[in-house]
């Protein structure tokens, strides 16, 4: 629950800028884990904004979180950066 919290917090600290994310600059262990997440909630492509960040985005969020944590914690930041420009 802390890092969920904390991984909250960087979103809501990240600048959202609008548009498209190229996936060729997204880190391998952030896209894994994203796909990984995207996948498990029912989402065929994770960088899919309409279903990321509606009623899945809680759920999506955890998923996504608990692999960062284990697989590249130092990518937490990143990841909530990209969240945001992809969710608004």
């Known amino acids: 629950m802390k890092y969920t919290a904390i991984f ?3 979103l809501a600290a990240t600048t959202v800028f609008a548009g498209a994310i190229d996936p060729n600059t997204v880190d391998p262990c952030i896209k894994g884990c994203v796909s990984d997440a995207a996948s ?3 989402c065929s492509d994770p960088l ?4 990321l960040c509606g009623s899945k985005r809680n759920d999506f ?5 608990t692999c960062l944590q284990s697989k590249c914690p130092d990518k ?3 990841a909530a950066g990209l969240q945001s420009q992809l969710c608004g």
């Not at 899919?48 to 279903?51: K, L, N, P, T, V």
């Not at 969020?61 to 979180?65: R, Y």
């Open 8 to 10: 909250a917090a960087c």
């Open 40 to 42: 498990a909630v029912g």
């Open 48 to 51: 899919d904004a309409s279903c």
């Open 61 to 65: 969020t955890i998923k996504a979180l």
């Open 76 to 78: 937490i930041a990143q």
